[in-house]
């Protein structure tokens, strides 16, 4: 007897067509499906919650959402295009595993990305983006104050977007964000021991240089930051060899 085809995967064409429409059409302002579970699944890795390698399976996503796999898979492609999701013929979808060289190279992008970014912005910020920064540093110390790790993650990386947010420049920003969320993924793949209160120590002296309009100083201190974040992160193996590790401790 023939095997009846599973309905989630073969879907009608016209019902498949019309909800991948749907996913991808809305009122002006408004996020499609996809959108929102690319948001969704992105949040989670920027806050801690999805790790390196994890399994993406498209059913169980699918029933999160109340959607078809076809939504899924589109949500997952575009996941991909982020470098945040790796697609495996025969096996599904995973978070992606940074490689070392990525890992320095996506520091060295946004060292060059974000001084440029300073730099500009240090001649041209109003007292109430000052005061709108200041304000955020406040709410990461509350977050680290009250230990509430993915609300304090989620600050710590937002404090970049909004710099570049301010420049008004929406290619900047989304650039940035891109940079962002790989960055997440390579502080969970290589365990970065910069602590969120140095991070947000350095974040306040780099609006306390912003403030004075000091944009070599806003520079320095952010290539600063970041190579202390990187420096952190463990991009070195442990040891350099098996007799390296083999070898038995000395008294």
């Known amino acids: 007897m023939a095997r009846r085809p599973d309905p989630d995967t073969l879907a009608r064409p016209a019902d498949a067509g019309a909800e991948a429409a749907a996913s991808t059409t809305t009122a002006p302002g408004e996020r499609t499906t996809t959108d929102k579970i690319v948001a969704s699944v992105t949040a989670a890795i920027v806050e801690r919650r999805l790790m390196p390698g ?16 076809t939504v899924v898979r589109q949500a997952l492609n575009q996941l991909s295009r982020d470098k945040l999701v790796t697609l495996e013929p025969a096996r599904g979808a995973f ?3 940074p490689s070392v060289e990525e890992a320095r190279q996506v520091y060295e992008v946004r060292t060059l990305l974000e001084g440029a970014m300073l730099r500009e912005l240090a001649g041209r910020i109003t007292e109430a ?5 200041r304000q955020h540093l406040a709410d990461e110390a509350a977050a680290i104050a009250r230990t509430d790790v993915s609300g304090r993650t989620r ?8 710099l570049a947010g301010m420049l008004g420049n929406e290619v900047l920003a989304e650039m ?15 365990q970065s021991s910069h602590s ?25 201190l952010l ?15 442990r040891v350099a060899d098996l007799a390296t590790a083999l070898q038995p401790d000395t008294p």
């Open 129 to 133: 983006q000052i005061a709108r920064l």
């Open 223 to 237: 290539r600063e930051h970041l190579g202390n974040v990187e420096r952190n992160l463990r991009l070195n193996p």
């Open 196 to 220: 969120a209160e140095e991070s947000s120590g350095e974040h306040v002296a780099i609006v306390e240089a912003l403030a004075r309009r000091d944009g070599e100083a806003a520079v320095a």
């Open 54 to 69: 994890t399994k993406l399976v498209e059913q169980q996503i699918a029933d999160i959402f109340k959607v078809s796999r």
């Open 95 to 97: 978070v992606r595993e």
């Open 155 to 162: 600050l710590l990386s937002d404090f970049h977007s909004l």
């Open 176 to 190: 940035l964000s891109d940079l962002l969320s790989r960055c997440s993924l390579i502080a969970l793949m290589f």
